[in-house]
């Protein structure tokens, strides 16, 4: 059996506050005694940024990674040389990841992975053992989350917006007969809302000529690199969520209720290099005769129109090829969409529960 | 051999041997009503504490136990509605029967198909292929039930499996595509199997969500108990990491972006709310709404109904969000109900999708109702619903399969008391959903069943016999009116009555009924006839005769049944039209059924019901019409046997009643037996005949018309040798043949001898009949043999024991007293018969009956002869054979040595 170390933290989900000091111990497992020339541990946090394919020209693919923006770098010794008896050792540690004097470069943002952009966390654990032997090390992400001191500085948007969507309101070019006879879609959604909370909100067709077949909730999000002078946009859809199957009834309060994938999510960043942000698009699909000829759109897969639909709520610079628009829009579709913000849940509860764990750990 | 009969005098010992009588204190029938009374007041104590789930809920009864009632019923109540749940998953597979092969849509399709093809990538292939295919809807599969049930079993042992195998995310993922199924409406009547197993499936994966989430939150890592639940647990008490856990469940089940799976598996894993809010309440609102989002009436339907059923089984049910569901569901079929320009029409397809919806509306009123009630609110619930909202402006028109199943549930008080009203709502509710003339009767039947003032009722008819006017079919008609005849007989309204009988009178007009409308005619004229007493109150009623002749066939039957049994129920029958009528409903009775060649149950009923009638009439004082429709009777059922054995004793009844009136109808009387005397002979069974022989000798001696009399008991005894020639195979019943005999003997004390013919005649003619009778078993033997001989000694009293009621009938003991050749007939008749007696004892081959025989026979020598030596003789030869066979100890035996 071969000598193995691990690192185990103090928190099973491995969520940690920034200002809260990284516990836990590490573990080695040997079945003869070694010696060794001290235990160093290192933090390491960085933003990584990387623009690939998709609405990137061909010059930023070339340059591929740009360079990662560190949050946090700093190595401890937990211990200085000398022996471990075989068998299991554990060997405890804590990491301040700000000292109280010490002024970091970077805030430090919530762990995120996204497609463009990853904010990373990771912890090394290094056993250096002399030249003759290979040295040890074992490395564990863990996951940062803002409290309340991280909130974000900026102009939070209004809370709520209330929209209405008819022919008139649509960009896109519709086919006739949603044209000609007309609908109309009210409602009202959050646009702010917390991590932890659904997306929630109203949403009533009063009028509509032509049935529908599916009012679709889809969850957007926009990370944004500069890159040169030039800002990078990377759109995904991260979640579609059905409201209504069918042609519903007509002035039936319907609700907007979207619980948020935690994994592909994070808090609104507007850092000076990038950006993370969300976006909701309430989209309308109408059952049209015409569409019949053509080859089905399936609204499970909206693949097509998110990326090349021009958002012009959002009021940033897009990069969009506009040539594309038509063929890739369907006119049996259209569409609402505003910006979200998302925030951190102020969960007194759990806030005070986080402390009391951090104090018995 | 001499024989010397003992002397008997029969008076003295009568007098010896009466019982001393006494006066009692009590009449043993007279109740004890002292002791009786505690007995009863404990009942009453216990039963206050006892609550009967059968009882239902009786919103009558005081404040005082309402309360108690709701304390306890939330739990009965809920495990009721588990049982109705049960049984409607039942119901759901049994009644929509599926045919064999059935068409997919694309979408199940691909569900069923893929097990490792993901959805989407699928989906996109299929979009490709399309452009190919002409058509996506031609592409569907064709496949067989079971195929496709085997299909769905197999995934949820699928789900089973990989729970168990800790492989939480595959289960999940095969639940959803499972639940995905209920997404298809293509083949309407598929769906409610669909939907039962698959809510099976997911009311299994909510469980054991549950389960894990609960062990979480009381286990620790390494699985040691930590703290139970209680069962009233609050969301703070729950570790960090269950609720974790439990909230990632509500995570990954909302991100399906599919609205009715995404509904589904919410409300499977719904009682999970409770790690995670105090309120899970609120939760419900929120899910109530969503399912507006399905469009599909009958999903959106069946996604109500599972709601309701996950909301009640974990005690969330609460009246509002039932009438929200309600009301939900009236807006979903209205555009059903009417297209678009307003016009409604029915298609066979919206038929089948009302008869599939019904079950789960039904379900879901249920539900409201008893949670209604148990909140006490059901008044409440129902100006929710709409009632009492009249006056205003406000026009609510009610669905009618939703209006159906409302009063379907109501509790009877609120149905009498709010009877205008919803008599209002039906009116108002004509769509095709369900018939407004269902309904109409629902109502009628509801309100019989409580009790109602008659103030309002007579209103409410009245406007019911207009709207049932309004259909101008009469079967429409009586289906309506036929469920408010009962009130109407209850509180008295004649005047409806009549109006009712009058319009089944003009609908009906030179038609023929059909079946159904036979059907319907007939439940309501057993209703009128059940609920007078006599059948004098019934005939009065405005065109009754009228309507009887409209009805034919086998209802036409069942009301003359019901006629008859009601006529003959109350006594004699003295109304000569009421006779001509039940006659002529007899005969209809008689011709409708074949007696000759079937015979069961129904036969046999009608027969006795006319036997009966026949037995009832009562003609009084004449006599004679009486007679005469005793002949008519005996024409018109000649199939009937039964009947001829009531018409010989109506007959007989009838002589008699003649001779007690006095001399002067003798000829009445003559006529009389001679109709018995006819009559008898097609008599079926040889020992009815018989008896009615001697009953009517019995009437013929009374009126001292020997010549009759005797006639009569040789007729009966040719029937006795008849029996030996005609029924010689067939067993006959050899019993009841032999008491009559033996009955016979005792008559023929009475009888006279008649010097012409020979005293012995009679006597000597029974015994020849019986020696070479091959029915009389030895056994039988003895028996007729000991009756001659207790006869002849009988006979050769100085004094008889009885004599003939009539004085001018005078007895043998007067006839041939002191005359010594009658006495030696006598005694050599005698030694005849113990002749045979011995022989017949000899004969039989079972040991034991043949020593009883021999000591019976012995008994009955020595009591009817004097001990001489030839006597005893015979009786030690007896007993000898007897102790032979029963050996010494036989108890009967000693007795009889004595």
Same mark, same amino acid.
């Given at each position: 059996?071969?000598?193995?170390?691990?690192?185990?933290?103090?928190?099973?989900?491995?969520?940690?506050?920034?200002?809260?000091?990284?516990?836990?111990?590490?573990?080695?497992?040997?079945?003869?005694?070694?010696?060794?020339?001290?235990?160093?541990?290192?933090?390491?946090?960085?933003?990584?940024?990387?623009?690939?394919?998709?609405?990137?020209?061909?010059?930023?693919?070339?340059?591929?990674?740009?360079?990662?923006?560190?949050?946090?770098?700093?190595?401890?010794?937990?211990?200085?040389?000398?022996?471990?008896?075989?068998?299991?050792?554990?060997?405890?540690?804590?990491?301040?990841?700000?000292?109280?004097?010490?002024?970091?470069?970077?805030?430090?943002?919530?762990?995120?992975?996204?497609?463009?952009?990853?904010?990373?966390?990771?912890?090394?654990?290094?056993?250096?053992?002399?030249?003759?032997?290979?040295?040890?090390?074992?490395?564990?992400?863990?996951?940062?989350?803002?409290?309340?001191?991280?909130?974000?500085?900026?102009?939070?948007?209004?809370?709520?917006?209330?929209?209405?969507?008819?022919?008139?309101?649509?960009?896109?070019?519709?086919?006739?007969?949603?044209?000609?006879?007309?609908?109309?879609?009210?409602?009202? +959604?959050?646009?702010?809302?917390?991590? &932890?909370?659904?997306? %929630? #909100? $109203?949403?009533?067709?009063?009028?509509?000529? *032509?049935? =529908?077949?599916?009012?679709?909730?889809?969850?957007?999000?926009?990370?944004?690199?500069?890159?040169?002078?030039?800002?990078?946009?990377?759109?995904?859809?991260?979640?579609?969520?059905?409201?209504?199957?069918?042609?519903?009834?007509?002035?039936?309060?319907?609700?907007?209720?979207?619980?948020?994938?935690?994994?592909?999510?994070?808090?609104?960043?507007?850092?000076?290099?990038?950006?993370?942000?969300?976006?909701?698009?309430?989209?309308?699909?109408?059952?049209?005769?015409?569409?019949?000829?053509?080859?089905?759109?399936?609204?499970?897969?909206?693949?097509?129109?998110?990326?090349?639909?021009?958002?012009?709520?959002?009021?940033?610079?897009? +990069?969009?090829?506009?040539?594309?628009? &038509?063929?890739?829009? %369907? #006119? $049996?579709?259209?569409?609402?969409?505003?910006? *979200?913000? =998302?925030?951190?849940?102020?969960?007194?509860?759990?806030?005070?529960?986080?402390?009391?764990?951090?104090?018995?750990? | 051999?001499?024989?010397?009969?003992?002397?008997?005098?029969?008076?003295?010992?009568?007098?010896?041997?009466?019982?001393?009588?006494?006066?009692?204190?009590?009449?043993?029938?007279?109740?004890?009503?002292?002791?009786?009374?505690?007995?009863?007041?404990?009942?009453?104590?216990?039963?206050?504490?006892?609550?009967?789930?059968?009882?239902?809920?009786?919103?009558?009864?005081?404040?005082?136990?309402?309360?108690?009632?709701?304390?306890?019923?939330?739990?009965?109540?809920?495990?009721?509605?588990?049982?109705?749940?049960?049984?409607?998953?039942?119901?759901?597979?049994?009644?929509?029967?599926?045919?064999?092969?059935?068409?997919?849509?694309?979408?199940?399709?691909?569900?069923?198909?893929?097990?490792?093809?993901?959805?989407?990538?699928?989906?996109?292939?299929?979009?490709?292929?399309?452009?190919?295919?002409?058509?996506?809807?031609?592409?569907?599969?064709?496949?067989?039930?079971?195929?496709?049930?085997?299909?769905?079993?197999?995934?949820?042992?699928?789900?089973?499996?990989?729970?168990?195998?800790?492989?939480?995310?595959?289960?999940?993922?095969?639940?959803?595509?499972?639940?995905?199924?209920?997404?298809?409406?293509?083949?309407?009547?598929?769906?409610?199997?669909?939907?039962?197993?698959?809510?099976?499936?997911?009311?299994?994966?909510?469980?054991?969500?549950?389960?894990?989430?609960?062990?979480?939150?009381?286990?620790?890592?390494?699985?040691?108990?930590?703290?139970?639940?209680?069962?009233?647990?609050?969301?703070?008490?729950?570790?960090?990491?269950?609720?974790?856990?439990?909230?990632?469940?509500?995570?990954?089940?909302?991100?399906?972006?599919?609205?009715?799976?995404?509904?589904?598996?919410?409300?499977?894993?719904?009682?999970?709310?409770?790690?995670?809010?105090?309120?899970?309440?609120?939760?419900?609102?929120?899910?109530?709404?969503?399912?507006?989002?399905?469009?599909?009436?009958?999903?959106?339907?069946?996604?109500?109904?599972?709601?309701?059923?996950?909301?009640?089984?974990?005690?969330?049910?609460?009246?509002?969000?039932?009438?929200?569901?309600?009301?939900?569901?009236?807006?979903?079929?209205?555009?059903?109900?009417?297209?678009?320009?307003?016009?409604?029409?029915?298609?066979?397809?919206?038929?089948?999708?009302?008869?599939?919806?019904?079950?789960?509306?039904?379900?879901?009123?249920?539900?409201?109702?008893?949670?209604?009630?148990?909140?006490?609110?059901?008044?409440?619930?129902?100006?929710?619903?709409?009632?009492?909202?009249?006056?205003?402006?406000?026009?609510?028109?009610?669905?009618?399969?939703?209006?159906?199943?409302?009063?379907?549930?109501?509790?009877?008080?609120?149905?009498?008391?709010?009877?205008?009203?919803?008599?209002?709502?039906?009116?108002?509710?004509?769509?095709?959903?369900?018939?407004?003339?269902?309904?109409?009767?629902?109502?009628?039947?509801?309100?019989?069943?409580?009790?109602?003032?008659?103030?309002?009722?007579?209103?409410?008819?009245?406007?019911?016999?207009?709207?049932?006017?309004?259909?101008?079919?009469?079967?429409?008609?009586?289906?309506?009116?036929?469920?408010?005849?009962?009130?109407?007989?209850?509180?008295?309204?004649?005047?409806?009555?009549?109006?009712?009988?009058?319009?089944?009178?003009?609908?009906?007009?030179?038609?023929?009924?059909?079946?159904?409308?036979?059907?319907?005619?007939?439940?309501?004229?057993?209703?009128?006839?059940?609920?007078?007493?006599?059948?004098?109150?019934?005939?009065?009623?405005?065109?009754?005769?009228?309507?009887?002749?409209?009805?034919?066939?086998?209802?036409?039957?069942?009301?003359?049944?019901?006629?008859?049994?009601?006529?003959?129920?109350?006594?004699?029958?003295?109304?000569?039209?009421?006779?001509?009528?039940?006659?002529?409903?007899?005969?209809?009775?008689?011709?409708?059924?074949?007696?000759?060649?079937?015979?069961?149950?129904?036969?046999?009923?009608?027969?006795?019901?006319?036997?009966?009638?026949?037995?009832?009439?009562?003609?009084?004082?004449?006599?004679?019409?009486?007679?005469?429709?005793?002949?008519?009777?005996?024409?018109?059922?000649?199939?009937?046997?039964?009947?001829?054995?009531?018409?010989?004793?109506?007959?007989?009844?009838?002589?008699?009643?003649?001779?007690?009136?006095?001399?002067?109808?003798?000829?009445?009387?003559?006529?009389?037996?001679?109709?018995?005397?006819?009559?008898?002979?097609?008599?079926?069974?040889?020992?009815?005949?018989?008896?009615?022989?001697?009953?009517?000798?019995?009437?013929?001696?009374?009126?001292?018309?020997?010549?009759?009399?005797?006639?009569?008991?040789?007729?009966?005894?040719?029937?006795?040798?008849?029996?030996?020639?005609?029924?010689?195979?067939?067993?006959?019943?050899?019993?009841?043949?032999?008491?009559?005999?033996?009955?016979?003997?005792?008559?023929?004390?009475?009888?006279?001898?008649?010097?012409?013919?020979?005293?012995?005649?009679?006597?000597?003619?029974?015994?020849?009949?019986?020696?070479?009778?091959?029915?009389?078993?030895?056994?039988?033997?003895?028996?007729?043999?000991?009756?001659?001989?207790?006869?002849?000694?009988?006979?050769?009293?100085?004094?008889?024991?009885?004599?003939?009621?009539?004085?001018?009938?005078?007895?043998?003991?007067?006839?041939?007293?002191?005359?010594?050749?009658?006495?030696?007939?006598?005694?050599?008749?005698?030694?005849?018969?113990?002749?045979?007696?011995?022989?017949?004892?000899?004969?039989?081959?079972?040991?034991?009956?043949?020593?009883?025989?021999?000591?019976?026979?012995?008994?009955?020598?020595?009591?009817?002869?004097?001990?001489?030596?030839?006597?005893?003789?015979?009786?030690?030869?007896?007993?000898?054979?007897?102790?032979?066979?029963?050996?010494?100890?036989?108890?009967?035996?000693?007795?009889?040595?004595?």
């Amino acid at each position: 059996m071969a000598t193995t170390v691990n690192i185990k933290l103090s928190r099973s989900n491995r969520i940690y506050r920034s200002s809260e000091p990284v516990e836990g111990k590490i573990v080695i497992k040997s079945p003869s005694s070694i010696s060794h020339q001290g235990i160093r541990l290192s933090v390491n946090g960085s933003v990584n940024l990387q623009v690939r394919g998709g609405s990137a020209g061909v010059i930023e693919s070339f340059y591929g990674v740009i360079k990662p923006i560190t949050i946090v770098k700093k190595t401890i010794e937990v211990t200085s040389s000398g022996k471990f008896a075989s068998g299991t050792t554990e060997i405890p540690f804590s990491v301040n990841l700000k000292e109280p004097g010490e002024s970091i470069v970077e805030k430090f943002y919530e762990t995120f992975h996204g497609t463009n952009i990853n904010i990373q966390y990771l912890l090394t654990a290094d056993i250096t053992r002399g030249y003759l032997y290979k040295p040890l090390s074992a490395t564990v992400e863990f996951i940062i989350e803002s409290g309340r001191v991280d909130l974000p500085e900026r102009p939070i948007p209004p809370e709520l917006v209330i929209f209405y969507i008819t022919q008139d309101t649509q960009r896109h070019p519709l086919l006739p007969e949603i044209k000609t006879g007309g609908f109309r879609v009210t409602g009202k +959604i959050a646009t702010q809302c917390s991590l &932890q909370d659904p997306l %929630s #909100g $109203e949403l009533t067709v009063e009028a509509s000529s *032509v049935p =529908i077949t599916s009012i679709d909730i889809h969850l957007i999000r926009v990370e944004s690199i500069i890159v040169g002078e030039r800002i990078v946009t990377e759109t995904s859809l991260i979640q579609s969520t059905q409201i209504a199957d069918g042609d519903v009834c007509r002035n039936m309060t319907l609700p907007i209720y979207v619980l948020l994938p935690r994994l592909l999510m994070c808090p609104s960043v507007f850092a000076g290099p990038f950006s993370v942000e969300f976006k909701v698009c309430i989209a309308i699909s109408f059952k049209s005769k015409l569409a019949k000829a053509q080859p089905k759109s399936d609204p499970t897969a909206p693949r097509l129109w998110w990326r090349d639909y021009h958002w012009n709520l959002s009021g940033r610079s897009e +990069i969009s090829s506009a040539a594309n628009e &038509q063929a890739n829009i %369907s #006119g $049996e579709t259209c569409f609402f969409v505003c910006v *979200v913000h =998302i925030t951190k849940k102020f969960d007194l509860e759990l806030e005070l529960y986080a402390y009391k764990l951090a104090l018995t750990s | 051999m001499e024989f010397e009969f003992r002397r008997r005098d029969y008076g003295a010992k009568h007098e010896s041997q009466l019982l001393h009588r006494s006066r009692t204190h009590k009449h043993p029938l007279s109740s004890t009503l002292d002791s009786r009374q505690p007995q009863a007041k404990t009942v009453g104590s216990s039963d206050l504490g006892f609550f009967d789930p059968l009882r239902g809920v009786d919103v009558d009864v005081s404040v005082e136990e309402k309360v108690e009632d709701t304390s306890i019923s939330l739990e009965a109540v809920t495990q009721d509605l588990m049982k109705e749940w049960k049984s409607l998953k039942r119901m759901l597979m049994q009644r929509f029967p599926v045919s064999k092969v059935i068409s997919f849509s694309p979408i199940s399709n691909i569900i069923m198909k893929g097990s490792k093809v993901e959805t989407s990538s699928s989906l996109s292939h299929l979009e490709k292929t399309g452009s190919e295919q002409t058509s996506l809807e031609e592409t569907a599969r064709m496949i067989n039930q079971q195929e496709y049930l085997a299909k769905v079993h197999e995934l949820r042992d699928g789900i089973t499996s990989a729970w168990q195998a800790e492989d939480r995310v595959t289960s999940l993922k095969l639940s959803i595509k499972v639940t995905k199924l209920l997404m298809d409406t293509t083949v309407l009547q598929f769906y409610p199997t669909v939907f039962v197993i698959v809510t099976d499936m997911l009311d299994m994966l909510g469980d054991m969500v549950w389960e894990r989430i609960k062990q979480k939150a009381e286990l620790d890592v390494d699985g040691i108990v930590i703290s139970s639940l209680l069962n009233d647990f609050q969301a703070s008490d729950i570790c960090l990491e269950a609720r974790e856990t439990c909230y990632n469940w509500f995570c990954k089940v909302g991100s399906v972006r599919e609205i009715l799976p995404r509904i589904y598996l919410e409300l499977a894993i719904l009682p999970c709310w409770r790690f995670l809010t105090h309120q899970p309440m609120e939760v419900l609102d929120r899910l109530v709404m969503m399912v507006r989002g399905i469009a599909d009436p009958l999903a959106s339907l069946y996604c109500h109904l599972y709601m309701v059923h996950r909301m009640q089984k974990f005690g969330f049910c609460n009246s509002g969000y039932l009438i929200k569901c309600i009301k939900d569901i009236k807006d979903v079929l209205a555009p059903v109900l009417k297209d678009k320009d307003g016009y409604s029409y029915i298609t066979d397809d919206k038929k089948l999708l009302f008869s599939l919806m019904e079950p789960a509306i039904d379900y879901i009123m249920k539900c409201l109702l008893r949670t209604g009630r148990q909140e006490n609110n059901v008044l409440g619930v129902l100006e929710e619903l709409g009632f009492g909202s009249n006056q205003s402006s406000y026009n609510s028109s009610h669905v009618s399969i939703v209006l159906h199943h409302l009063l379907k549930e109501l509790p009877s008080e609120l149905v009498s008391s709010q009877a205008m009203e919803i008599l209002h709502m039906i009116k108002c509710s004509n769509d095709y959903s369900f018939s407004q003339i269902l309904n109409y009767r629902l109502l009628g039947n509801r309100l019989c069943e409580g009790t109602s003032q008659a103030s309002f009722l007579s209103s409410l008819i009245n406007e019911v016999i207009q709207a049932a006017s309004q259909y101008q079919t009469l079967y429409d008609y009586l289906r309506i009116m036929d469920a408010y005849v009962d009130l109407m007989l209850q509180n008295e309204m004649k005047n409806h009555l009549d109006a009712l009988l009058d319009d089944i009178v003009t609908l009906a007009h030179d038609k023929f009924l059909s079946e159904e409308e036979q059907a319907s005619l007939q439940s309501i004229i057993l209703k009128l006839l059940s609920h007078f007493e006599d059948l004098q109150e019934v005939l009065p009623l405005n065109h009754f005769i009228e309507i009887l002749d409209l009805m034919s066939g086998t209802s036409k039957t069942s009301v003359n049944m019901h006629l008859l049994n009601m006529g003959t129920r109350n006594g004699c029958i003295c109304d000569s039209t009421t006779v001509q009528l039940l006659f002529e409903v007899s005969q209809a009775l008689y011709d409708a059924t074949d007696f000759v060649n079937i015979k069961d149950d129904d036969n046999r009923q009608t027969a006795h019901l006319i036997s009966r009638f026949v037995e009832m009439v009562d003609y009084g004082a004449e006599m004679e019409r009486h007679l005469m429709f005793l002949a008519e009777c005996r024409e018109a059922f000649n199939g009937i046997h039964e009947l001829k054995e009531t018409l010989v004793r109506s007959s007989n009844t009838l002589a008699v009643k003649a001779l007690k009136e006095g001399k002067k109808h003798i000829n009445f009387v003559k006529s009389c037996l001679a109709f018995s005397e006819v009559t008898i002979p097609s008599v079926s069974t040889p020992t009815k005949q018989l008896n009615l022989y001697l009953e009517t000798a019995e009437v013929a001696l009374l009126g001292g018309l020997i010549s009759h009399s005797d006639g009569l008991v040789m007729s009966a005894v040719e029937c006795l040798e008849n029996v030996a020639l005609t029924n010689g195979l067939k067993s006959v019943d050899v019993d009841s043949m032999a008491s009559a005999v033996c009955k016979l003997c005792s008559l023929l004390v009475m009888v006279p001898g008649n010097p012409e013919k020979g005293v012995m005649e009679i006597l000597k003619s029974i015994f020849s009949a019986t020696c070479s009778s091959s029915w009389a078993m030895p056994r039988l033997k003895v028996k007729i043999f000991c009756a001659i001989i207790s006869l002849l000694s009988t006979l050769s009293q100085d004094n008889l024991p009885y004599h003939s009621a009539n004085p001018e009938i005078i007895g043998n003991d007067l006839l041939f007293f002191g005359d010594s050749s009658y006495k030696k007939e006598l005694v050599l008749c005698t030694q005849l018969v113990l002749r045979e007696l011995v022989d017949a004892i000899e004969q039989e081959s079972s040991q034991i009956a043949r020593g009883n025989m021999a000591l019976e026979a012995s008994n009955c020598i020595s009591s009817a002869l004097v001990m001489n030596e030839n006597v005893s003789q015979l009786c030690s030869k007896l007993l000898e054979t007897a102790k032979g066979c029963l050996g010494a100890k036989d108890s009967y035996l000693k007795s009889t040595k004595k």
